[in-house]
C-alpha cells in the first residue's frame, strides 16, 4: 500500500502504544517513497551521532525473525517516538518532503488527542462514520447536541418527553407553521390554473 496516498488517514500512520504516539521506520520509508535500508542506515548514523540520553528514549529497534523464501531472516526496523521522527526526517528536503513532514505531524497530533481522550475515561467523543468498501473514508465528531436521524424517526425523537426543550419545540413548530401555510399557498395556485 502507499502511504502517501493516506494523508487522510493518520490512524495509519502513527500508532498509540501504552502512553506514547509512535510511528516506525516501514511506514517512514514507504510513506516518503524511500528505501527501507537507506532509512535504517540514516537511524544508525543518527544513533551513533546523537546523545544516547536523547536515542534511547526515541529510537526502539524491533527486530523480528521472518521466513524469507526458505530461510529465517532477521528484520530490524525501528519505533519513532515524534521526536524520533522529527529528528529523522529533517534532512528530507523539497516540497514534497515538507508537505510529508507536516502531514504526519498532523497524524502525531491526531494520535496524541486520541491518546489524551483514553486517558479521561469519562469523557466521551461521539463519531458518525462514512464506510465504502469495507474501510472508513471519512470519519466527523458528533456533538451532545446533535444527532443523525431519518425523517420517519424523526417525528417519534420529538415526541419523546425531554427529549427537545419548550423552547426548541415552539421553534420547531413556528417553522413547520410557516411550510404548512407555504404548502398549501402552493396547493391554492395550482388548483385555480387547472
Same mark, same amino acid.
Given at each position: 500500500?502507499?502511504?502517501?496516498?493516506?494523508?487522510?488517514?493518520?490512524?495509519?500512520?502513527?500508532?498509540?502504544?501504552? &502512553?506514547?504516539?509512535?510511528?516506525?521506520?516501514?511506514?517512514?520509508?514507504?510513506?516518503?517513497?524511500?528505501?527501507?535500508?537507506?532509512?535504517?542506515?540514516?537511524?544508525?548514523?543518527?544513533?551513533?551521532?546523537?546523545?544516547?540520553?536523547?536515542?534511547?528514549?526515541?529510537?526502539?529497534?524491533?527486530?523480528?525473525?521472518?521466513?524469507?523464501?526458505?530461510?529465517?531472516?532477521?528484520?530490524?526496523?525501528?519505533?519513532?517516538?515524534?521526536?524520533?521522527?522529527?529528528?529523522?526526517?529533517?534532512?528530507?528536503?523539497?516540497?514534497?518532503?515538507?508537505?510529508?513532514?507536516?502531514?504526519?505531524?498532523?497524524?502525531?497530533?491526531?494520535?496524541?488527542?486520541?491518546?489524551?481522550?483514553?486517558?479521561?475515561?469519562?469523557?466521551? &467523543?461521539?463519531?458518525?462514520?462514512?464506510?465504502?468498501?469495507?474501510?472508513?473514508?471519512?470519519?466527523?465528531?458528533?456533538?451532545?447536541?446533535?444527532?443523525?436521524?431519518?425523517?420517519?424517526?424523526?417525528?417519534?425523537?420529538?415526541?419523546?418527553?425531554?427529549?427537545?426543550?419548550?423552547?426548541?419545540?415552539?421553534?420547531?413548530?413556528?417553522?413547520?407553521? &410557516?411550510?404548512?401555510?407555504?404548502?398549501?399557498?402552493?396547493?391554492?395556485?395550482?388548483?385555480?390554473?387547472?
Amino acid at each position: 500500500m502507499n502511504l502517501q496516498q493516506s494523508k487522510n488517514y493518520p490512524a495509519q500512520l502513527v500508532f498509540i502504544n501504552g &502512553q506514547q504516539t509512535i510511528t516506525n521506520s516501514l511506514i517512514v520509508a514507504d510513506y516518503f517513497g524511500k528505501k527501507h535500508c537507506d532509512v535504517l542506515r540514516k537511524i544508525d548514523r543518527i544513533l551513533v551521532d546523537a546523545p544516547n540520553e536523547f536515542t534511547s528514549t526515541h529510537f526502539c529497534v524491533n527486530v523480528r525473525n521472518q521466513q524469507v523464501g526458505t530461510s529465517q531472516r532477521d528484520l530490524k526496523c525501528y519505533h519513532l517516538t515524534k521526536d524520533g521522527f522529527m529528528f529523522l526526517v529533517m534532512g528530507f528536503t523539497g516540497a514534497k518532503a515538507a508537505e510529508l513532514k507536516i502531514n504526519f505531524i498532523n497524524a502525531f497530533n491526531e494520535a496524541q488527542k486520541r491518546l489524551s481522550r483514553t486517558q479521561h475515561p469519562f469523557e466521551r &467523543q461521539r463519531m458518525m462514520f462514512t464506510w465504502e468498501g469495507g474501510k472508513i473514508v471519512s470519519s466527523q465528531p458528533i456533538h451532545d447536541d446533535q444527532f443523525v436521524t431519518s425523517r420517519d424517526k424523526l417525528v417519534q425523537y420529538m415526541r419523546e418527553p425531554r427529549f427537545l426543550s419548550l423552547e426548541q419545540l415552539l421553534e420547531i413548530s413556528e417553522a413547520a407553521n &410557516q411550510q404548512i401555510a407555504t404548502l398549501a399557498r402552493l396547493a391554492e395556485k395550482q388548483a385555480r390554473l387547472r
